[in-house]
């Protein structure tokens, strides 16, 4: 971040401070500890020089984040209630009195996971040069003294720390998630929910105590066309955001922005091909960018057979499925299986960590499975795999899941049959269900109600 002042509009080099604002009730406490400073501060202080920094250019980018960081929080509720809290498999289960209104997820359109997980991922990655750029514009306040000079200021600061805290604390656990680099040693899903939550309320805190000035200073002269030959300090604010002692300028407010937005543009552009087929080879920065081999079936996995421990002798000829409902209960080879009414769709198969990809499936509705053992409405259907072991080697679909014309336990992909790492001898694929439900490797159904 550049670290350029100007001399005019906010004091000259050799200017003294101005003073700063009076101070509320306890007065008495500010004074004392503005009379006790610690060590450093002063230096601190003005070595902060810069004369981009003031209300305006923070409010820039306070309204940039307003309109996109809501976004992030809705879709990633959206996908906490995709997973399921009413069937007890969403992350975390218990969430005590946090637990939002939640309804079943629909199937249609068939593209609604891969949009708002896709949205939360790709937002939450190309916002973080904005988010940066946004801390380096407030970050004198984190070190101002005395830390507060009025109880409502007190209240600003935490909500600035929680703020902070939390947007950092979402965004590299985030981040080390898609990679899946898991290094934090704690469960992901826990966190980042709470940590959701705790960043939300400061969200709202903040914006409710800084909106009006936030207003106020993009009502007020704009910056973007001023050259850096002529960039200077704005006026002395109330938040002290402008230097108390600026220097010359090395980069524009305009330069600022465009840096910001430079960055957001291109890790956009080396993300959106998580989500995109044709733009695949483009997302440079993530795990699940390249091809998984060529052909049919060369598209993303997360989960491998050989990682699942599924072996060949369980996908082999000697494989069953079993369905049951009730005291009904039939069993199916692939071949009877692939004796039955086939069904083909193009659905999308999409992921947590934000990764997507569609592809055409083939196999046998749920809903005439389901038929075959006389539960031609049910409530839901309790869907287990070969795998032993994981969070998700087993899921609970609703009845509009199961009865949707298009959900299948798919026995082949774009023609041929389904690889061992791809679900072989059959998976769940059903219309806008996060991937991990999209069960892999099935060996039994039980259909409920």
């Not at 007190?154 to 939390?166: A, I, K, M, P, T």
Request: hydrophobic residues 45%; contains cysteine; charged residues 15%.
């Amino acid at each position: 971040m550049p670290t350029d002042a100007a001399t005019a509009g906010g004091g000259g080099s050799d200017a003294p401070p101005p003073p700063g604002p009076g101070y509320a009730a306890p007065a008495r406490l500010w004074r004392a500890l503005d009379r006790r400073r610690p060590p450093g501060v002063d230096a601190v202080d003005r070595s902060w020089r810069s004369p981009v920094r003031g209300p305006w250019l923070t409010s820039v980018l306070g309204a940039a984040l307003l309109v996109t960081l809501p976004l992030v929080i809705v879709t990633g509720l959206l996908d906490w209630i995709a997973y399921g809290p009413r069937l007890g498999q969403a992350f975390p289960r218990d969430v005590g009195w946090l637990h939002p209104p939640v309804f079943d997820w629909p199937t249609r359109p068939v593209w609604l996971f891969r949009l708002t997980q896709g949205l939360h991922v790709t937002l939450g990655i190309v916002l973080v040069p904005v988010v940066l750029t946004k801390l380096w514009s407030v970050v004198p306040k984190l070190f101002a003294w005395p830390p507060a000079r009025s109880l409502a200021q007190v209240l600003e600061r935490l909500s600035l720390l929680l703020l902070v805290g939390g947007i950092l604390f979402q965004s590299a656990t985030g981040l080390l998630n898609v990679q899946y680099a898991y290094l934090f040693g704690f469960d992901f899903y826990t966190a980042h929910w709470y940590g959701a939550w705790v960043f939300t309320v400061a969200l709202v805190v903040h914006v409710t105590i800084k909106l009006p000035r936030l207003v106020t200073a993009l009502r007020g002269p704009g910056f973007a066309r001023t050259p850096v030959a002529r960039t200077r300090a704005e006026p002395r604010d109330p938040d002290g955001l402008v230097a108390r002692r600026p220097g010359p300028a090395t980069m524009s407010r305009r330069g600022v922005l465009a840096l910001a937005g430079g960055g957001a543009l291109l890790l956009a552009a080396l993300t959106v091909g998580q989500s995109a087929d044709a733009l695949r080879r483009t997302a440079l920065l993530l795990p699940r960018s390249r091809r998984m081999g060529d052909g049919p079936t060369g598209f993303p996995v997360n989960r491998t057979a050989a990682a699942a421990g599924v072996t060949p002798e369980q996908t082999g000829a000697g494989w069953r499925l079993t369905l049951r409902a009730g005291d009904r209960t039939r069993t199916l080879d692939r071949a009877r299986l692939l004796a039955l009414p086939q069904h083909t769709a193009t659905l999308p198969i999409a992921c947590v960590e934000g990764w997507s990809t569609s592809q055409t499936w083939t196999g046998v509705r749920l809903r005439d499975l389901a038929a075959l053992v006389g539960a031609d409405a049910p409530a839901v259907a309790r869907v287990r795999s070969l795998e032993r072991s994981g969070q998700f080697n087993r899921a609970t679909l609703h009845g509009g899941q199961v009865t949707d014309p298009d959900a299948l336990l798919a026995l082949r992909v774009n023609g041929v049959d389904l690889s061992p790492d791809h679900g072989f001898p059959a998976r769940v694929v059903v219309p806008a269900l996060p991937g991990v439900h999209c069960t892999k490797w099935v060996e039994e159904i039980v259909f409920d109600g």
